[in-house]
């Protein structure tokens, strides 16, 4: 799982300009003590629906299915990638995950996609579905500004970003940065999830640990982004 950890750290920042930035270490042991206090597994609660093949069928997509713009899509929320398009920075991000996920892959050359097995699922705790919220909203509302404001992706890479814009979009990155540390601050839930399971996998004998969330209208989705910022 370490190593995934730290995979997932490296391909998310290699992702885009704004991710996992602040201290970690204090966010790390906060959020992991939210979700080691559980309910009974949602694989066991007949109340609720299972979806064993589609989160095995998401997580080989995303390890193993090569498409970088596929990586995205079963990643990231649609307004997200939306925005992203809008900007054009859809495509260089994708191919960076893409990459980032190849050499892993690369690296760990008994990679079966047909070993990749669902193992279980259990829910998170109201207070860590919350903190997934609203890392995402001000993940999403950095790229919606840049959007709304008309500041390219390259625009912005190449620091060639007037001084008024730029000052808009400093205040919604400073949000994404304090709660990237850990910082409790009042943010409006730009996104909201349906639903949100922790999802346990097994991958090359190995079991990992991933959070899945749906958004209403969207497919199940695979978190990478808090992953990478809470190291859940």
Partial sequence: MKKMLAFFTAAMCCSGIFIACGNKE?????ESENTSAVTTSAKNNSQKENFDDEFEDIFRTFFMGGASDKMLEVSLPDDVIESMKNIGGAETISENVASSVAQ????????DAEKIKYV???ECTPEFRSRIEELYSAYYDVYKTMDDIGISYEEYLTGKVDENRMNQ???VLDRYG???AGEQIDI???????????VTFSMNGDHVEFLMYKISGENWKLDTIGLAVFEY
Avoid at 26 to 30: A, D, G, L, V, Y
Avoid at 104 to 111: D, F, G, R
Avoid at 188 to 197: N, Q
């Fill in 169 to 171: 979009l400093s205040e």
């Fill in 188 to 198: 409006v839930h730009s996104i909201i999830f349906e639903d949100v399971r922790l």
């Fill in 178 to 180: 304090k709660i990237c």
């Fill in 26 to 30: 204090s966010s790390s042991t906060s």
């Fill in 120 to 122: 279980s699922e259990r």
């Fill in 104 to 111: 892993y892959i690369s690296a760990v050359p008994e990679t």
